[in-house]
Structure formats: C-alpha cells, structure tokens
C-alpha cells in the first residue's frame, strides 16, 4: 500500500515539544537573538491542511441555498487558491449511511437492507455524493492530492441499534450478537465500494476511515468501537483493502478527544496484525488538545475540530475563544506538542451560527478571519514538508517553522502578547536569502508587509500586539 511504501516518523525525537520555549540542543544562539531556527535538524514531516464538507456542506457551496456561479468559485478559490485563499492540500469526505438524504444527512450506498450480511449487495450511486463528489473535482484541479473518506456510521440495518444514528456497535464486533447475523465483511465490502465509486469519477481516495468518534455517541450518524473491536475490525478491513488493489492508506481512529486516541492507539500498537494493517492515525481534539504525541511511529493527523459558540463570529481577536487567534494557536500547539503530520479542520463552510471559516448566506458568503489563521499555514506550508527545530526565548512569543521539498522556508510566529516586540532569530543558512513577511490581525489577512529583514545571520522581526507574522525564506 501507498502509505507503507511511504512511512515517515511523526517526530524525530519524544522530546521535541521539549523544543518550544526553550533553546534546542546543539549550537547556542547568536548574541543578541532571542531564539534559533535550524533549517537542517528535521522533525516531523507534513502530509498537509485540510477541510470537510461532509453533511451537504458541499452542496451547500454549490449553490444549494442560493450561492450565485460567481460566490462559489469565490469560495472555492479562498479555500483551496494559494493566490487568493488557504491553498488547502486534504480534503475530507463523509461516507453516508442514512437511507434518506435531507440536508445535514449523508445518504448511504446502500440504503436498504439487501436481505443480509451474504445477501448480493444493492448499491445505488448518483455521482454527486451529497456535492462532494463536485467538491472534491474541484479540489483536485487545484492540486489537491490527499482525500480522506471517513464513515461516521455503518447502515442502521449492520448495527445493534438498527439506526444509523444514536451510537450501537457494528454487528459482528466483540460483544455483540445480533439475529441479522455478522455483518463486519459486507462493511468492508461496502467501504471499498465507496472508493471504487469515487474512482470512476476521477478521484482516488487515498486514505479510508472506518469511524469517526467511535467514543461518544451523538443524536446524528455515529457508531461506538472500543479498543479490542477497533483491533478485531482492522483485521477484517485491512485484508480487505488490500485485496482491492486500490492505493489507499487505512486511519483510525478519529476518537473525540487526543487522549481518548491515545488508547485506542495503545491497543493497535498492542496487536501486530492491527498494527500492520494501521497507515494513519487519527485524533479529534474537542474533549482535550493534541498536548502530546500519539504513542505510535506511523503517521498522526489531527482530523477535526472547532471552536464551540453559538454565534457567527469574524474577528481576529475579540476574547471569544472561536476567533482567528485561537484558530492560529491551536495550529501551533497541535504541531509543535503533539508533532502531527496534519491539521484537519472541519466545515471550510457553512450556514447560520457556525464556526466554519466560511459562512453562506443565500446568494452571498462572509469570510471569518479563522481562514487567513489556517491560510497562514496551509498557503505556504505544503505536502512533503518538514518542521524543523525552532525555538525562542521572548515572553508571549511562539514559533515555528518549516522547510518544504522545494526548498523554500517558512517560519510562523505567534505574539500573544498586547505589545509591539521586536525580536531575532539565529538562522542557520540565511547569508544572501531573500525574505518575504505577510501579517494577519485584526486589520490584516495574509498582507504582505516589510517587518522581517536579515542583519547578517540573524532574521530580525517586528511583532504587532496579538498577531501573526508568516515569513517566507528563499534563495
């Protein structure tokens, strides 16, 4: 499988959240300068930033309730432009399993029972898969290499609960006994026949979740695994994605909280043939942070998160806790503390009082400055990238920074503090580098500005109170 051929280590070293806010091990910096970046003492790579438009979120851009032709090529762009928007490189898709297909659902391929779990199945497939399927072509004309199906819920008619909402246990699993029978391989079976599906349309999924917050049981689609029935349903899905000859790459587990995910982690890594079966791990961040790694050396992405509230909200930073600042500092910790490959966000856009970066509003949308917080990133920071070491002594200030494959270098730092500061870095092969700074506050969104400059070896940057400076290093 692709993922195998690929491994890369999610971090270097256990220590490396060791490495904010503090002086990393090796040559000291430079008099004068408050931190240290080197450009060649690598961590974790970087699969990408990424976005959902699950639940006819997509339809939804494509003009569902109204978006003229002209909004939603404005929205596609600012989500997935590196010229005018975020440039986001991952893309997560919601596998269906509701027989009906109101908006805020995500109807199944399967909406009736066939007669069993060895009945010959009934698939049903109308190519637009709720405007994902619409979305994700668009995405890839962008350039968008990485799409990452997840399924919420099995069909209510494979489950204890006979519904594909309100949690309930896939029929087979551990601990289960259900008069319909074992219905773990028809769920695989049906997995992979959501993929082959995208695949006639032009889109290779390249990575398949079989649940998402398997540890909390919500009023819409969702569906409870515990640590030996994630293990025992691995064993079960894996051979059967291989089999496929499809080049997709298996994740768990998408558990509601970091912690949570780090037992269910646990007992994959416990299990060889779960552990072999296992390319990506997954982890949501609502009921506690991405703190800490994952204690596996596979790949871990963090796949979804928001800010909570019950009110659109645009600003940088209003004290709220769902503003820009926050988004931007979540980013940070997420990859510094925990050392993830990638950040996956959850609406890019939405209606009403939601927290997406986006919000459609009839024939009209409005832009949370939470997406020049991810833009700041995922514009610049691309696949195949690496965090470096970066570190900085300065009260209220974090950084981090970044060299991608094709040699450019980015660095982000954070100044959480209501004053201007004035700070230097000691970076490693700066002589003779050109510089590009942009800023986004409350009065800027990705603007390119002249705070950074090189004196020598050092990078010199101006920080304006509660801000967000991006700065771009190349030859």
């Given at each position: 499988?692709?993922?195998?051929?690929?491994?890369?280590?999610?971090?270097?070293?256990?220590?490396?959240?060791?490495?904010?806010?503090?002086?990393?091990?090796?040559?000291?910096?430079?008099?004068?300068?408050?931190?240290?970046?080197?450009?060649?003492?690598?961590?974790?790579?970087?699969?990408?930033?990424?976005?959902?438009?699950?639940?006819?979120?997509?339809?939804?851009?494509?003009?569902?309730?109204?978006?003229?032709?002209?909004?939603?090529?404005?929205?596609?762009?600012?989500l997935l432009s590196r010229e005018r928007g975020a440039g986001l490189s991952i893309m997560r898709l919601g596998i269906g399993s509701s027989p009906e297909n109101p908006y805020d659902l995500m109807k199944s391929i399967q909406p009736v029972d066939p007669g069993g779990p060895n009945a010959p199945p009934q698939y049903v497939w109308d190519g637009y898969d709720g405007g994902q399927v619409w979305l994700a072509q668009q995405a890839k004309a962008y350039g968008v290499e990485r799409f990452f199906a997840d399924a919420w819920s099995a069909p209510g008619y494979m489950k204890t609960n006979g519904d594909d909402r309100s949690g309930g246990n896939l029929c087979g699993l551990p601990g289960t006994a259900c008069a319909s029978g074992d219905w773990r391989q028809a769920y695989a079976n049906y997995l992979v026949r959501y993929l082959r599906f995208y695949a006639q349309e032009g889109i290779r999924i390249s990575d398949l979740g079989f649940t998402n917050e398997p540890d909390f049981t919500a009023s819409y689609a969702s569906m409870r695994f515990d640590g030996p029935q994630v293990v025992d349903f691995l064993k079960v899905l894996g051979p059967t994605l291989a089999r496929s000859g499809l080049r997709t790459n298996l994740v768990c587990c998408d558990a509601a909280g970091w912690t949570e995910q780090e037992e269910l982690t646990r007992a994959i890594e416990a299990d060889p043939a779960a552990r072999h079966w296992t390319d990506v791990h997954t982890g949501h961040i609502y009921k506690n942070p991405a703190n800490r790694p994952l204690p596996t050396r596979r790949p871990?992405?963090?796949?979804?998160?928001?800010?909570?509230?019950?009110?659109?909200?645009?600003?940088?930073?209003d004290g709220s806790g769902w503003s820009g600042i926050t988004v931007a500092e979540n980013i940070h910790d997420t990859l510094t503390l925990a050392g993830a490959n990638a950040y996956v966000?959850?609406?890019?856009?939405?209606?009403?009082?939601?927290?997406?970066?986006?919000?459609?509003?009839?024939?009209?949308?409005?832009?949370?400055?939470?997406?020049?917080?991810?833009?700041?990133?995922?514009?610049?920071i691309r696949p195949d990238a690496n965090r470096v070491a970066a570190s900085t002594a300065e009260p209220g200030v974090k950084v981090s920074a970044f060299r991608n494959a094709d040699g450019s270098k980015v660095i982000e730092i954070l100044n959480t503090g209501s004053t201007t500061t004035r700070t230097s870095f000691a970076?490693?092969?700066?002589?003779?580098?050109?510089?590009?700074?942009?800023?986004?506050?409350?009065?800027?969104?990705?603007?390119?500005?002249?705070?950074?400059?090189?004196?020598g070896r050092n990078l010199v940057v101006e920080l304006t109170p509660r801000s967000l400076t991006t700065v771009v290093i190349s030859r």
């Amino acid at each position: 499988m692709a993922g195998r051929r690929s491994l890369r280590l999610v971090i270097a070293a256990l220590g490396a959240a060791a490495l904010v806010g503090a002086t990393p091990t090796g040559a000291a910096a430079m008099p004068g300068a408050a931190g240290r970046i080197d450009f060649g003492d690598r961590l974790q790579s970087i699969d990408g930033f990424g976005f959902a438009q699950a639940f006819q979120r997509a339809a939804a851009i494509n003009g569902l309730f109204g978006l003229t032709p002209e909004n939603q090529r404005a929205v596609v762009d600012l989500l997935l432009s590196r010229e005018r928007g975020a440039g986001l490189s991952i893309m997560r898709l919601g596998i269906g399993s509701s027989p009906e297909n109101p908006y805020d659902l995500m109807k199944s391929i399967q909406p009736v029972d066939p007669g069993g779990p060895n009945a010959p199945p009934q698939y049903v497939w109308d190519g637009y898969d709720g405007g994902q399927v619409w979305l994700a072509q668009q995405a890839k004309a962008y350039g968008v290499e990485r799409f990452f199906a997840d399924a919420w819920s099995a069909p209510g008619y494979m489950k204890t609960n006979g519904d594909d909402r309100s949690g309930g246990n896939l029929c087979g699993l551990p601990g289960t006994a259900c008069a319909s029978g074992d219905w773990r391989q028809a769920y695989a079976n049906y997995l992979v026949r959501y993929l082959r599906f995208y695949a006639q349309e032009g889109i290779r999924i390249s990575d398949l979740g079989f649940t998402n917050e398997p540890d909390f049981t919500a009023s819409y689609a969702s569906m409870r695994f515990d640590g030996p029935q994630v293990v025992d349903f691995l064993k079960v899905l894996g051979p059967t994605l291989a089999r496929s000859g499809l080049r997709t790459n298996l994740v768990c587990c998408d558990a509601a909280g970091w912690t949570e995910q780090e037992e269910l982690t646990r007992a994959i890594e416990a299990d060889p043939a779960a552990r072999h079966w296992t390319d990506v791990h997954t982890g949501h961040i609502y009921k506690n942070p991405a703190n800490r790694p994952l204690p596996t050396r596979r790949p871990v992405w963090m796949t979804e998160w928001q800010p909570t509230g019950n009110t659109w909200n645009e600003s940088w930073d209003d004290g709220s806790g769902w503003s820009g600042i926050t988004v931007a500092e979540n980013i940070h910790d997420t990859l510094t503390l925990a050392g993830a490959n990638a950040y996956v966000y959850w609406f890019g856009a939405s209606l009403g009082a939601t927290r997406a970066f986006i919000q459609l509003d009839g024939a009209n949308y409005h832009v949370a400055k939470r997406l020049w917080a991810m833009a700041a990133y995922s514009r610049f920071i691309r696949p195949d990238a690496n965090r470096v070491a970066a570190s900085t002594a300065e009260p209220g200030v974090k950084v981090s920074a970044f060299r991608n494959a094709d040699g450019s270098k980015v660095i982000e730092i954070l100044n959480t503090g209501s004053t201007t500061t004035r700070t230097s870095f000691a970076v490693r092969g700066l002589a003779g580098a050109r510089t590009v700074s942009y800023l986004t506050d409350e009065a800027h969104s990705l603007s390119r500005t002249g705070n950074a400059s090189v004196r020598g070896r050092n990078l010199v940057v101006e920080l304006t109170p509660r801000s967000l400076t991006t700065v771009v290093i190349s030859r």
